[in-house]
């Protein structure tokens, strides 16, 4: 049979451009994508190929091609391979969709049954992605249904009059790890006990079975609003806060039924259509047409890269020329920037527009403190030492004051009136009595034109002085507690007003960055908030000494009153003071990727457990900060195979999954050679993590034959001793232990798997569906190689493509350490026993085993059979247990795993698959 053709896209001018016809393939095609020999990151996607230049059109310095100019570096490349039925591609653009338009049919009033096959490129992701619905972007009086995703959860929303305010919604969390599957929401308007019913499904297709995510029963007898709008595949509603915008991904099939179960009024069925299509009725009778970007499309894309650069070649003779080309994924882009990326603060506070704002996280050696805001002049200071105090997780080295130091910030006039004040600081000490200004706020446009903030051992104090220097006001906060928490740590300190009818009122407040314990402490004046113009002091008290203090900013936002605490107008530096710490692995590698705009998606194994929790993010270039956060998770990253992108493989989807490609070794689908490897290289048996600026914790194999004792009790020690970035203390431990379960897994090692494509041709479809971290299992091998099925993760792989050959080598790791255990599970929820043999020797075919055990009996609950046992090799299934105390009797079937031998008295008795805390 022979092999398809590989499209080769090239982007220009902002779109992608089909060049199939000017690949060679007199040359093969090569992609490398994932990790590969053993890494232990994912390597750039690789792309080589070559270009037929005869014309001279891709000779980048001629100027009579049409590409003249635009054959730069890092163009865009993608090669895809095509699968075996097509699928609506959408990107989210809002003109990108499918319509069919409005008929009577269509105009369901009652019971709905809405259904959707689709590919999302992120399930997860926090922005929502319409799927499909009868809903107008235009006229937010003809707005019926529609059905989508985003936040992790899946959403139903009909209306009854059309509009937003008439509207009703059903919402679930979405199952976790999912690719290509299948949702259902289905709407009884008269659930018969006066109400109505509405609930969502998922299954992994559309052809079943369907899992109940959520019911929810409402009171009163609803409806669906009949309205003009168009049925559409990706309905558009910019009007929305966040706003919906069409799936990010694949439509394969969907309905509409008129009915729950009921007649099929609608349905695009794209998997039989001819690649390009652009308009087609669907079984029902609808006539569909897209627009936009929206396409009919077969294609598999294997990777995207960057072409590096584009060298001419040519033969002696001038009768052939040609470029050849080599792409490379985004990884290598972002591996060779090494700036870092700024301090936390430094990177939020301007994105909420102040007027003025200082970080101070100059070098030792410079000479003035700038602002990134357009028009404000630098800070003036003396007597600070710059970059002295490292200590704060969301800013670079601040500066420290000695003994006498001063500041002076000019701060742009503002129309607002009111305004906020904030800054980082930590204070040794402070001064005897309140005899020491902390800070002063020149104001103009209001009586008050000093806002004055001191602190001392026995309080801290607040005046408002006039023009004159005249005291208008003062309020004194002696209480030990606010005082002590001025002191002795890294603090936020907040001034900012609130108007409280005719008067305002003048706040400071201090928040322990650690803690998060707020103190206020208010003064009022009958008078307006007025404009900051100045922020400026002298610290001229000894006292003061080792002052930090940075990231000066001002807002032209006050705060509002009613009673009690004021509500605070600005949150620029929420979080960002401590670095973000407790931040969620998914959650900053979603929020790194999109503040940098890197395209990013991910695949959440678990939606309702968090993923690990972070320390500070630090000042490191942006693929590091990233690394980090995969390296605590544990899960893997790599690159996004459609386009230049990131994309992510939580921990938890690579825990106890089923395989995505099953390959029989006996019937010839892997190619030679197929070699097991027996030796330490993964190997670790000593483990200690450290927590970055934190304690740590060891775990270490003591006994066994990866144990840390010498040969032959062991192997020696192999030690590792990662310092991850994690939140806190108690993450080290679990972590340890993990690690050294990840490496001390007992078995041969499959490095490399090749399969032959232009020879099992139906593997094809299973292989283009096959991404980085997925299962694949090798069934049939010989007894030679143990004579058991292997199951390994998919880490990467290499292919090359060249008529009439196309072969595909998968680098491999162990699956069995992502076996996990599941709480109540029939069979990952057994703990394993803590030692126990076989008495007596038995034969091949006997069925009765006498095994002791060292502590604890097995179990003799019949409901607790059957289970399968590991002895010597064999896998054998338990039917029944006898006997109270040790030794019991075992009834056993034989040959479970296809190996059936003589045992010895001795040999060690397990269970086959036992539980393993996961991480």
Known sequence: MPIPTPRVELQQDGSWEDITGRAYHRDPIEISTGRRAEGSRADPTDISLTINNRDGEFSDLNPLSPRYGKLTPNTPIRVAMPGSESYLRLDRTTTGIATTPDTAALDITGDIDVRVELTARNWY???????????????????????????????????????????????????????????????????????????????????????????????????????????????????????????DGRIHRAEVRNGIGGAVVAAPDLRALAEGTTAWTDSAGRAWSLSGTAEITRSQYRGAGEIESWPSRWTLSGADAWVPVRGRGVLERLSRTSKPLDSTLRRRIPTF???????MEEGEEATQIYSPIAGVSPLKYSGLTLANDDTLPGSAPLPTTAAYATLSARVPRSAAVGWHVELVYKAPTLPAGISGDFLRVQIAGSAVAQFIVKAGSTGIRLDLRDADDVLLATNTWADPAPVAAFQGRWNRLQLFTAQDGANTRFYAAWLDVEANTWYYLPISWATTAGQVTWVHNVWDHASWENLSIGHLAVFPTPATYSGGAPSVGTMAFDNADNGLRGET????????????????????????????????????????????????????????????????????????????????YAGGQVAPPLEPVRDTQRVVNDVEVKRVNGSSAR??????????????????????????????????APQAGWRLHLGTVEEARYPSVTVYLHQQPDLIDDVLALRPGDLLRITNLPVWAGGQDVDLVVEGWHETIQAPEWTITFACS??????????????????????????????ASATSLTVASDQAPWTTDPADCPFDIRVGGEVMTVTSITGAASPQTFTVVRAVNGISKSQTAGTDVRLATPTIIAL
């Open 125 to 247: 992701t926090t922005n929502r992605q319409t799927l499909i619905g009868k809903w107008s972007q235009t006229d937010s009086g003809q707005r019926s249904w529609f059905l989508r995703i985003g936040v992790a959860i899946v959403t139903f929303v009909w209306t009854t009059g059309g509009t937003n305010a008439t509207q009703h919604f059903v919402e679930a969390p979405l199952p976790g790890g999912l690719r290509r599957a299948a949702l259902r929401a289905t709407l009884d308007v008269n659930n018969g006990s006066g109400g109505h019913t509405a609930t969502l499904y998922w299954a992994p297709s559309m052809d079943g079975p369907w899992t109940t995510l959520f019911t929810a029963t409402g009171s009163g007898i609803t409806s669906v609003y009949a309205s003009t709008s168009p049925l559409t595949i990706g309905p558009t509603d910019l009007t929305s806060t966040p706003n919906r915008l069409p799936l």
């Open 353 to 359: 527009s102040p007027l003025a704002y200082w970080p």
């Open 585 to 664: 692995a998914l959650d900053r590698l979603a929020r790194l990727t999109a503040e940098e705009a890197v395209p990013f998606s991910w695949v959440d194994g678990d939606t309702t457990a968090s993923s690990e929790q972070l320390g500070p993010q630090r000042v490191m270039p942006l693929l590091e900060l990233l690394e980090e956060a995969a390296d605590v998770d544990g899960g893997m990253l790599g690159e996004d195979p459609e386009r230049l992108g990131l994309h992510y493989r939580d921990r938890m989807s690579l825990y106890n999954q089923t395989p995505a490609l099953t390959l029989d």
């Open 699 to 732: 775990a270490v194999l003591e006994t066994g034959r990866l144990s840390v004792q010498a040969p032959p009790h062991g192997i020696g020690r192999i030690d590792q001793a990662p310092e991850l970035n994690v939140f806190s203390d108690d993450q080290v």
């Open 814 to 843: 162990p699956a069995s350490p992502w076996s996990v255990g599941i709480l109540d599970d029939p069979i990952l929820g057994r703990i394993d026993t803590d030692g126990s043999s076989l008495v007596s020797g038995v034969s």
